[in-house]
């Protein structure tokens, strides 16, 4: 795996933003012609590599505002460790230095304590469609939308990006096993909460960090969808994975709130004509994804991989009160209306996708 540049180089890195040399700007033809004005660029930076999850909604993104605005409309795309870690690309944003970025909850929590709701396990069904619904509903929406307009971030998507796996040298099967367990977490305190419920010794650290850690033994182990375990190589250094099916990552696109406001009406049009059906193509990306990295961390033989039985996930659930606790406390009234929202629509996703089970195929005659 390339290294990913130290803080030093990334502060240099940032302050030669403007210059464009970092972007994965393609060449793009567009329906310009002599006299019309000049298109204008947005800048996206996001939180994981190129051919990531990230990467592939940020190019199709590109795409569609491009062919919305005739070309109008450029996008230069910043891949991870090319301007910054994730908290400081959320500063960037906050800043007007690029116009929209992924935000992790994992670490815009920090800044947004209602975000940790998606760092909380055992939240969302195991359906990916029931998912989908659960995070486009408007009343959610309009709650996160304020949660995130708090912190001058104007929220543009929600983007499911697959089940998180942990990885250890030794299997995680039940709660005991993370008893003093050095737990990689992201930056946000939200979610050390959840692994110290479990019994873990969290260690923060940004994503570009953590390979070096598992390396250096610094860290014992790390969390993360299957994909990216298989593109940032952490299977070197770790010989057994979990699959708990108990948290989605949930990442955010967000822009920068004033430049979202300023933004004339055609220019929002096409922003919001581009961002729809996102969610749809994306799930069907990061399902592609992780089952594809999940196939070859299978074959390549480097490390095992344990599915967690219905009882053991019963027994992290019910380990995990302190964590829900901690998430009450940190993101308040509002975080709690988060929290119920989703709390009632997964319920009712499960039922009915449990009334759908039972219900007698009508094809089958009696």
Not at 56 to 63: I, L, P, S
Not at 137 to 156: C, T
Not at 315 to 326: I, K, Q, S
Request: contains cysteine; negative net charge.
């Amino acid at each position: 795996m390339t290294a990913v540049p130290t803080r030093s180089l990334m502060v240099i890195l940032a302050s030669s933003l403007f210059l464009g040399a970092c972007s994965d700007n393609d060449e793009v033809m567009t329906g310009l012609l002599p006299g019309d004005p000049e298109p204008e660029t947005w800048r996206f930076a996001l939180e994981e590599v190129g051919g990531s999850v990230q990467d592939a909604w940020a190019q199709e993104f590109r795409r569609r505002i491009q062919e919305l605005s005739d070309g109008q409309v450029q996008v230069e795309i910043y891949p991870y460790g090319s301007i910054g870690n994730s908290p400081h690309l959320t500063g960037l944003v906050r800043d007007g230095r690029v116009h929209l970025a992924f935000a992790s909850p994992g670490h815009v929590a920090d800044k947004v304590p209602e975000a940790g709701v998606f760092l909380l396990p055992y939240l969302f069904p195991e359906d990916d469609q029931a998912t989908r619904t659960i995070l486009s509903d408007p009343e959610l929406g309009s709650l996160l939308e304020q949660a995130w307009a708090s912190a001058g971030l104007q929220l543009m998507s929600l983007v499911p990006e697959g089940w998180i796996a942990w990885t250890a040298n030794q299997p995680l099967l039940e709660p005991g096993d993370f008893s003093g367990l050095r737990m990689r977490t992201m930056t946000a305190p939200m979610h050390n909460a959840v692994f110290e419920a479990w019994g873990a010794d969290p260690v923060a650290l940004p994503y570009g960090e953590v390979h070096e850690a598992l390396q250096l033994g610094q860290v014992d182990g790390q969390s993360n969808p299957a994909f990216a375990i298989a593109e940032m190589q952490f299977q070197e250094f770790q010989s057994h994975m979990t699959l708990p099916a108990a948290t989605r990552f949930v990442a955010s696109v967000v822009s920068n709130r004033e430049w979202y406001q300023d933004l004339d009406t055609t220019h929002r049009e096409w922003l919001h004509g581009a961002i729809k059906g996102m969610p749809e193509f994306i799930d069907a990306i990061q399902q592609e994804y992780n089952q594809r990295s999940l196939q070859q961390l299978r074959e390549s033989g480097r490390i095992r991989i344990h599915s967690l039985n219905e009882q053991q996930r019963t027994g992290f659930h019910e380990a995990t009160g302190p964590a829900v606790d901690a998430y009450r406390a940190q993101a308040g009234k509002r975080g709690a209306q988060i929290l119920g929202r989703i709390q009632r629509l997964s319920e009712a996703e499960r039922s009915a996708g449990q009334e759908e089970a039972s219900a007698p195929d009508p094809a089958i005659k009696p």
